[in-house]
């Protein structure tokens, strides 16, 4: 007699608790791209569809099918995020909501201050979280003041299944590399991992006379115990950019020039900027009942860094540049930690989901700001120049030490087990900041403040599958820094308070995921006047909005992802009412994001997928006086992927192709700046499971 063929899948070996953070991640949704649950701050692992909030979780897979080699890269799946970096800049500077979202703001592992301020290493992460609007409640006061929301970078850990993994990568127009990934796990029960990601690229990126150096390694060790487990992460970056691209200011009055063609470099040959940087961070967790588990971490990093380039202004309809050498040397540390408890209970009928968390961050930021000859050229036809006397190196004086502060209690009230929850938290934080001057090294300001900001949350599930939620937040944040190109260059304001009020629904339907948030975003408003070259805090800037998000795969070997932005950001309490009711500039009313990947039948080609991937932006304005502007753009992506095997080694072979039309466009501006989109790019991949 024959029987039915019988599949038995294990799952969840080794993970931690519900209140637990530290072990495996959560499994992926269906089709592979993005995981269900995610760490939500103080609140733990929490699935994405029991929380009164916006959250994309995606997977390292995901990265590595599309050849993604930053973290703006991968957050190019988001539909609420926009770049607001050029592509090959030297740093991860994305808007999310129509908000400014900073790299010195992105989270490691639920702590601040860990990952690379500039580019983050990604060949070490598993998950790119990405939690949309106002989040220091749930994570804490950010420290260069972002609050659009919240990037959590969650470390690879050793799986039970033992992985020697080797990709060799190619990006047009010749830069190669190699990474390693090797993971074991030791002793009675796997307790012990060790996951080691070691990567090394160099050469010519698409862009005229562009070289990027990057290479680095992350080391990862866990233990897995019945009450105990313990991590530990450390890793070490190298990052040299020749010519990094920039980005542009324009003279009031002027309409913005077409934009020219996105492998033109503007930047001279001789100008590049060098940084390097290590970080580690230890977290402990011990369950002293079965419902009640004690956590701590603590870390720090070290940065050191020098840049040197011309920040250009677009003076003219022509595209004429004018702009004036920086030479900026920094060095950086920092040191974060957060400790607390983390439970449940039940009073009658009511059961309740608790946090008690307290966080501390101190910044110890030295730095030198110096001014080097004046720079012409031009957008299209980019003019030689000569470099700047490198023997004069300003001499770091200036300082600006901070430390953040902050406790918070949330609770979370199940009425109706998995039919009613209501999340309630008060959290507490104080700041102190001090600057100095950067010639004179005498103070120059001070401040310290505290606030005690609110969060409060409804989801409600009267089917299994749906979701309704609501939820209020309030996050205090460090006041922003005048960028390197202002004349108040690294004067720091004082802190500012932001809200935001999201409600929305969320629907499971097993093989589909649709989440649906309707958005009131209230900020300060920060700009640089590109006529006094004055950095400042100018009014106060709503965005209100809606996010439609998908992900799955709805049909066997179809998967889907993306989803569509609505935005309507608008200047209030502007100075003397100037700019009242106008458009926030860098706020485009929709942006749309959709990706469609499609696995060919067996008789055709067994192991291939291919892909597509269209973004739209609409138009944006530069000004806030709404009289520049740049056009909408759409850009299309396409890849294609095949799995197959030599000796029975598992190969995958991938090939994407970025802006396959080579659209030539601007790709975002705000904050006083101009930002060039993606040039047609090519990224080759070829992995091995060894």
């Known amino acids: 007699m024959t029987l039915d063929e019988l599949s038995v899948t294990q799952t969840g070996i080794g993970r931690p608790p519900p209140s637990g953070t530290i072990g495996q991640p959560s499994p992926l949704y269906a089709g592979g791209q993005v995981a269900a ?58 808007f999310v909501r129509g908000v400014v979202l900073n790299s010195r703001d992105f989270a490691f592992d639920g702590l601040y201050g860990i990952s690379d301020a500039r580019k983050p290493i990604i060949e070490g992460i598993e998950r790119f979280e990405v939690q949309h609007g106002p989040a220091a409640f749930l994570y804490g006061f950010p420290p260069n003041g972002s609050v659009a929301g919240v990037v959590n970078l969650i470390p690879k850990r050793a799986g039970d299944v033992p992985v020697t993994r080797v990709t060799t990568t190619y990006m047009s127009r010749a830069n190669g590399g190699t990474q390693v990934d090797v993971g074991r796990r030791f002793g009675e029960g796997n307790a012990l991992g060790v996951r080691l990601n070691a990567f090394y690229s160099d050469g010519q990126t698409p862009i005229d006379q562009q070289a990027i150096r990057n290479g680095g390694a992350t080391l990862g060790l866990d233990y897995r115990g019945e009450a105990f487990r313990f991590s530990l992460d450390a890793g070490y970056h190298n990052l040299a950019y020749r010519s990094p691209t920039g980005a542009f200011s324009i003279l009031p009055g002027i309409a913005v020039p077409r934009a020219p063609d996105l492998t033109i470099n503007q930047q001279p040959r001789w100008a590049f900027t060098d940084s390097e940087s290590g970080f580690a961070v230890a977290r402990a967790e011990y369950d002293v009942a079965p419902d009640w588990t004690l956590f701590a971490a603590g870390g720090g990093s070290r940065t050191s860094e020098f840049f040197t380039y011309p920040t250009f202004t677009i003076t003219n309809a022509r595209g004429d540049l004018n702009g004036r050498t920086i ?19 039940d009073t009658g009928t009511v059961h309740h989901a608790v946090a008690i968390v307290g966080t501390a961050y101190s910044n110890d930021n030295l730095y030198a700001s110096g001014l080097g000859p004046s720079v012409v050229s031009n957008l299209y036809r980019p003019l030689a ?54 010639v004179t090294a005498a103070l120059a300001s001070t401040y310290a ?26 996050g205090l944040s460090l006041g922003p820094t005048a960028p390197s190109d202002a004349r108040n260059a690294g004067a720091v304001f004082p802190p500012t308070v932001s809200t935001q009020l999201e409600t929305g629904a969320k629907f499971d339907l097993g093989e589909l995921g649709l989440t649906l948030a309707f958005y009131d975003i209230a900020l300060p408003s920060p700009f640089l006047d ?56 860098g706020v485009p009313a929709v942006q749309l994001n959709l990706t469609a990947e499609v696995d060919l039948p067996r008789h055709l080609l067994p192991g291939a997928s291919l892909a597509g991937r269209v973004l739209y932006t609409a138009a944006q304005y530069y000004d806030q006086a709404n009289t520049q502007k740049i056009p909408d753009w759409t850009r299309f992506d396409l890849g294609m992927r095949y799995r197959f095997a030599i000796n029975d080694t598992p190969l995958i072979a991938s090939f994407n192709v970025e802006n396959v ?6 790709a975002s501006t705000g904050a006083g700046k101009l930002i060039l989109g993606m040039p047609r790019t090519f990224k080759l991949s070829l992995t091995a499971d060894l």
Do not use: C
């Open 385 to 438: 120049s000569l470099p700047p006397n490198f023997a004069y190196i300003p001499r770091i004086v200036a300082q600006q030490p901070a430390e953040l502060k902050g406790l918070a209690a949330v609770d979370t009230v199940s009425v109706v087990p998995h039919v009613i929850d209501l999340i309630v938290g008060v959290r507490g934080q104080s700041v102190e900041n001090r600057n100095y001057d950067p």
């Open 530 to 585: 590109p006529v006094t070259r004055i950095y400042g805090l100018t009014g106060e800037q709503h965005n209100k909005g809606i996010d439609f998000n998908v992900f799955g795969s709805p049909v066997d070997g179809i998967r889907l992802l993306g989803g569509i932005t609505l935005l309507d950001g608008r200047l209030v309490k502007t100075a003397g009412g100037a700019f009242d009711g106008k458009v926030a500039p």
């Open 661 to 666: 039309a080579a659209r030539d466009y601007y």
């Open 37 to 94: 649950q995610g760490r939500v701050g103080l609140l733990g692992n929490r699935s994405i569809f029991e929380t009164p909030f916006t959250q994309n979780n995606y997977a390292a897979e995901l990265a590595r099918d599309q050849g993604a080699r930053t973290v703006a890269d991968v957050l190019a799946n988001d539909p609420a995020v926009r770049t607001a970096q050029p592509p090959f800049g030297s740093q991860d500077i994305v």
């Open 449 to 474: 403040k505290s606030a005690v900001t609110p969060l409060a949350g409804l989801v409600v599930k009267p089917v299994p599958w749906m979701s309704l939620y609501a939820s209020y937040a309030e």
């Open 327 to 345: 030479l900026f040397p920094d060095r950086q540390s920092q040191l974060t930690a957060e400790a607390g408890i983390r439970g449940s209970f």
